[in-house]
């Protein structure tokens, strides 16, 4: 069964203290990965899609990249209004559904 | 164009009455989605339509659950004789056929307490 995980849960960093978040997946057949920021109380927001293992995509502090079983979504020097859950997601075919995975919890103290 | 629209925002009801929710995608998307997300989770999926045709339905969605899209511009989700496990964020993405599927656009989503 195709799955989506994303680690860690939850991580705290100090503002302008780098690190990255993973997503692993399984699934037969990959057509796109794609990343979201959601705040609070709001729906998400879409970041990026990445298509084949070393694509890389940037957006102002933000780089994700793909190998064939993960993608990390890398924050350099990040800021408060990074904080957010970042959501990775795929589809399989360009007609398929989308699986979300559950999300990484990001606070960036200042 | 302002985006996803979602009606109500918020629904309290009691347990075993029927709701109804209204998604309004952006004008030229074709393509409609329904999530559900609950505390800690990840938009869970429910059924996706492309112009007025439902393609897709979750398997683990229960038969109390419907959803429509007539003429293939809004669409409505509706959920009868509500259960306390319904309780939950439901949320509506739009996009375009000839984009990624994706490349998503969400709505706010409309927060259902069931007492």
């Known amino acids: 069964e195709d799955q989506v995980t994303q680690s860690p849960e939850a991580l705290r960093l100090q503002e302008g203290e780098s690190s990255s978040l993973n997503c692993s997946y399984t699934?037969?057949?990959?057509?796109?990965l794609f990343w979201y920021r959601q705040d609070p109380g709001k729906g998400p927001e879409f970041l990026f899609t990445?298509?084949?293992a070393g694509e890389e995509k940037e957006k102002e502090r933000l780089k994700a990249t793909l190998t064939k079983k993960e993608s990390f979504l890398h924050i350099t020097a990040p800021k408060p209004e990074d904080s957010a859950t970042y959501l990775c997601?795929?589809?399989?075919?360009?007609?398929?559904?989308?699986?979300f995975g559950p999300g990484t919890s990001l606070s960036v103290i200042p | 164009d302002t985006g996803v629209s979602q009606n109500p925002r918020h629904k309290i009801t009691k347990r075993g009455q029927n709701v109804t929710f209204r998604c309004d995608p952006i004008?030229?998307?074709?393509?409609l989605y329904w999530y559900r997300q609950t505390l800690g989770q990840g938009p869970e999926f429910l059924t996706y339509?492309?112009?007025?045709?439902?393609?897709?339905k979750s398997r683990l969605l229960s038969d109390r659950f419907s959803a429509e899209r007539p003429k293939g511009s809004f669409s409505t989700l509706e959920i009868q004789r509500t259960e306390q496990g319904d309780s939950a964020m439901y949320l509506c993405?739009?996009?375009?056929?000839?984009?990624?599927?994706?490349?998503?656009?969400f709505g706010p989503g409309t927060r259902l307490t069931v007492t």
């Open positions: 699934v037969s057949g990959l057509r796109g």
């Open positions: 004008s030229e998307h074709n393509r």
């Open positions: 990445l298509y084949s």
């Open positions: 339509f492309q112009n007025e045709a439902q393609l897709e």
């Open positions: 993405a739009s996009s375009l056929t000839s984009g990624e599927p994706g490349e998503q656009y």
């Open positions: 997601a795929l589809s399989r075919t360009s007609y398929d559904k989308v699986i």
